[in-house]
């Protein structure tokens, strides 16, 4: 390949090495699923992670990547000689340089070599909404990656859920690609064929307990087993092969073996090799020993002819495989020394300014609402029938307050205070169910905000989006739903049920009402993922609603043990009720005496502004709680690292839960004596 729409401009290739790289679970022990694994991944080539399950495939590429935030790493990890924490840093976006010519040269050409021309116009899909196959989300993950022109690209198996053609065509794109950019690729990998594994410069063979069996070039590794006295059978599938002997059901052959070292396991083996190989005893790699090895069998056994064609074959195998290297050289890019400040350098040219994040992710998050019109007319329809039915049930009725002050002053003691109270008071039921019902609206529309592409949101921030913008965007995008549903709502209701206050004014507090719904959801679905969250925001609404001073009232649970006094103050549905009651209630002052009413609920016309000031800094308090949980709940986020912690030290997390059996397990006792 000729032209390469990767970055022409000098940039720092990395070459990865790591020694005695472990991990530690801190929840179990400290078992390790990771092992004093010691290698090196080098840039322009592909490297396939394979191994029995269990062995800790993805937990290897986690650890390298410096992403485990459930375990302890121990090791080191080098960037072309310079040691490195977190190799994270490396995962940057394009370059600000780049124009967006250049960029749809890009995007046009990763479609392309991964197959994916005939669906670039089709949704993607989720659970709810069919879109494209399994296989090609596969290569659409990889393409989101891929675009963005990395240094360092780890995929974690990629092929699974593909057929055999689609896995194969992923990796001959992959190789493409690394051969191409000068990009350092590993993947997770499962037993492929043949064909597929040929496709990978390098291999990482991992052991029960994430040890390393044996990590070089995948040509050499058929050559590395038969060397310590594992030799593949003819029409065997060499991946399958080496499985077999990491899971034990291969004897080793002694005799055929053209190693003398004193290891005894497969780690052992490698271990020494691998020092061997580091002391310069293989200048010309362990594939000449090997064929040097069996040409002496072959003679000792007079098959001169089958010695011939085993040469010829070999022989021309490896030409192939040093023209292949020669064209590898010649079709990387420029590099330069992966100093300290070169990788500064870099990583400033490829960050976004905040401002060009925010204008991307509220594109995306606008084409994501028009797209998605099928849930924006469900949540209209939800809000109509909603506004319908609570018209219907207050469909002809009116507030009817005291009789008048002559009736009441000729009443005896008792009856002269039931006499002083409304004879029907609607408003304040009505006020109640409004709120409430546009509540569970409103939460459970605004509960996929979030809640459905957490996982997606997580992988982008860890590549350098910024919280803020994308946080802003989705909110900014949602506004005019945030308006327009009070607005279908309020006149569904009064196209019923005519009130005597102002349409606006009433219209004014349940946007005010819609806002903080939105940001209660926000929260619930980022502090509880899943089907949960649809649970929790019907019976955060409900609450909030019981407990916002309708029955019972705010002057009875004055009279309340404590907490009760205090509840009412933290239940936004409380003051827009109020609001809203105080709106409609003030219009029959002209007629009725509605101080008595308004006395027993608690209600005062003068804290109208109070309840309308403080309903959207509910909504305010929201967002700022769901921005907090977006930022700490992450895997590796500070809360969950607090969590582990605690539940880890000296093994309380398990003692606690001991505790709270035994407690469970006596209250049950006591019930049944």
């Known amino acids: 390949m000729n032209e390469t729409f990767f970055s022409q401009e000098t940039r720092p290739n990395i070459d990865i090495k790591f020694e005695e790289l472990s991990l530690e679970l801190k929840q179990e022990g400290g078992k390790?699923?990771?092992?004093?694994?010691?290698?090196?991944?080098?840039?322009?080539?592909?490297?396939?992670?394979?191994?029995?399950?269990?062995?800790?495939?993805?937990?290897?590429?986690?650890?390298?990547?410096?992403?485990?935030?459930y375990g302890k790493r121990n090791g080191k990890v080098y960037l072309n000689g310079v040691e490195d924490d977190l190799l994270s840093t490396v995962s940057t976006r394009l370059p600000r340089s780049r124009s967006r010519d250049d960029v749809n040269k890009l995007v046009d050409y990763v479609i392309n070599v991964l197959g994916l021309e005939e669906i670039k116009h089709t949704i993607i899909g989720d659970e709810k909404k069919r879109g494209i196959s399994g296989g090609q989300k596969k290569r659409v993950n990889c393409a989101m990656e891929i675009v963005?022109?990395?240094?360092?690209?780890?995929?974690?198996?990629?092929?699974?859920?593909?057929?055999?053609?689609?896995?194969?065509?992923?990796?001959?794109?992959?190789?493409?690609?690394?051969?191409?950019?000068?990009?350092?690729?590993?993947?997770?990998?499962?037993?492929?064929?043949?064909?597929?594994?040929?496709?990978?410069?390098?291999?990482?063979?991992?052991?029960?307990?994430?040890?390393?069996?044996?990590?070089?070039?995948?040509?050499?590794?058929?050559?590395?087993?038969?060397?310590?006295?594992?030799?593949?059978?003819?029409?065997?599938?060499?991946?399958?092969?080496?499985?077999?002997?990491?899971?034990?059901?291969?004897?080793?052959?002694?005799?055929?073996?053209?190693?003398?070292?004193?290891?005894?396991?497969?780690?052992?083996?490698?271990?020494?090799?691998?020092?061997?190989?580091?002391?310069g005893k293989f200048p010309n790699g362990i594939k000449e020993v090997?064929?040097?090895?069996?040409?002496?069998?072959?003679?000792?056994?007079?098959?001169?002819?089958l010695i011939i064609t085993s040469l010829n074959s070999n022989n021309n195998k490896g030409n192939s495989n040093n023209d292949n290297k020669s064209d590898l050289n010649n079709q990387i890019i420029m590099t330069e020394e992966c100093s300290h400040e070169n990788m500064t350098r870099e990583y400033k040219k490829r960050t976004r300014n905040w401002f060009t994040q925010f204008r991307m992710c509220l594109r995306r998050s606008f084409t994501q609402q028009t797209r998605d019109f099928f849930g924006f007319l469900l949540d209209v329809s939800l809000v109509f029938l909603s506004g319908l039915s609570v018209g219907v049930i207050f469909y002809n009725q009116h507030y009817i307050g005291p009789v008048p002050e002559l009736v009441i002053q000729r009443c005896p003691g008792d009856l002269k205070k039931k006499c002083e109270l409304p004879m029907d008071d609607p408003i304040i039921s009505m006020a109640s169910i409004m709120a409430m019902s546009l509540g569970l609206c409103g939460v459970t529309a605004s509960l996929s905000t979030f809640g459905?592409?957490?996982?997606?949101?997580?992988?982008?921030?860890?590549?350098?989006?910024?919280?803020?913008?994308?946080?802003?965007?989705?909110?900014?995008?949602?506004?005019?739903?945030?308006?327009?549903?009070?607005?279908?709502?309020?006149?569904?209701?009064?196209?019923?049920?005519?009130?005597?206050?102002?349409?606006?004014?009433?219209?004014?507090?349940?946007?005010?009402?819609?806002?903080?719904?939105?940001?209660?959801?926000?929260?619930?679905?980022?502090?509880?993922?899943?089907?949960?969250?649809?649970?929790?925001?019907?019976?955060?609404?409900?609450?909030?609603?019981?407990?916002?001073?309708?029955?019972?009232?705010l002057k009875q649970m004055k009279d309340m043990p404590f907490p009760m006094p205090y509840i009412p103050w933290i239940s936004y549905i409380r003051y827009g009720q109020e609001a809203l009651y105080i709106l409609e209630v003030k219009e029959y002052s002209k007629v009725f005496n509605i101080e008595t009413g308004m006395d027993i609920l608690g209600y005062n016309l003068d804290d109208y502004w109070w309840c309308i000031m403080s309903v959207p800094l509910f909504g305010l308090l929201y967002r700022f709680l769901a921005y907090l949980s977006l930022f700490t709940l992450r895997p590796d986020g500070y809360f969950q690292q607090f969590v582990s912690y605690i539940l880890d030290v000296k093994g309380w997390g398990m003692k606690i839960i001991k505790l709270l059996k035994r407690i469970v397990k006596l209250c049950c006792v006591k019930q049944r004596k």
């Open 290 to 305: 090997v064929l040097k090895n069996r040409q002496q069998q072959q003679q000792q056994e007079l098959k001169e002819e």
């Open 452 to 553: 459905t592409e957490h996982t997606v949101f997580i992988r982008e921030a860890r590549s350098g989006l910024s919280y803020i913008a994308y946080f802003l965007s989705k909110n900014i995008v949602q506004l005019p739903q945030i308006c327009i549903a009070p607005l279908i709502y309020l006149s569904v209701f009064y196209m019923i049920n005519t009130l005597r206050a102002n349409f606006f004014e009433i219209y004014y507090v349940l946007i005010l009402l819609h806002f903080v719904n939105y940001g209660v959801g926000y929260f619930l679905s980022i502090l509880i993922p899943g089907p949960l969250s649809q649970l929790a925001s019907v019976v955060f609404v409900l609450v909030q609603s019981l407990l916002a001073g309708s029955r019972p009232t």
């Open 148 to 279: 963005s022109d990395p240094l360092v690209l780890f995929l974690d198996e990629p092929t699974s859920g593909l057929d055999s053609t689609s896995s194969m065509e992923l990796i001959r794109a992959l190789r493409e690609l690394a051969t191409t950019s000068g990009m350092t690729i590993a993947a997770v990998i499962h037993q492929p064929r043949f064909e597929i594994f040929e496709l990978f410069h390098d291999v990482l063979l991992l052991g029960k307990g994430g040890r390393t069996v044996y990590l070089g070039p995948s040509e050499e590794a058929i050559y590395y087993f038969e060397y310590i006295g594992f030799k593949c059978p003819s029409l065997t599938n060499p991946p399958d092969f080496f499985m077999d002997v990491i899971n034990g059901d291969v004897k080793r052959d002694i005799s055929s073996s053209s190693y003398n070292g004193s290891g005894n396991d497969l780690f052992g083996l490698w271990e020494e090799y691998y020092k061997d190989k580091c002391d």
């Open 32 to 69: 390790k699923v990771l092992n004093g694994a010691t290698g090196e991944l080098k840039h322009g080539r592909v490297c396939a992670v394979m191994g029995p399950s269990g062995c800790g495939k993805s937990s290897f590429l986690t650890t390298l990547s410096g992403r485990t935030y």
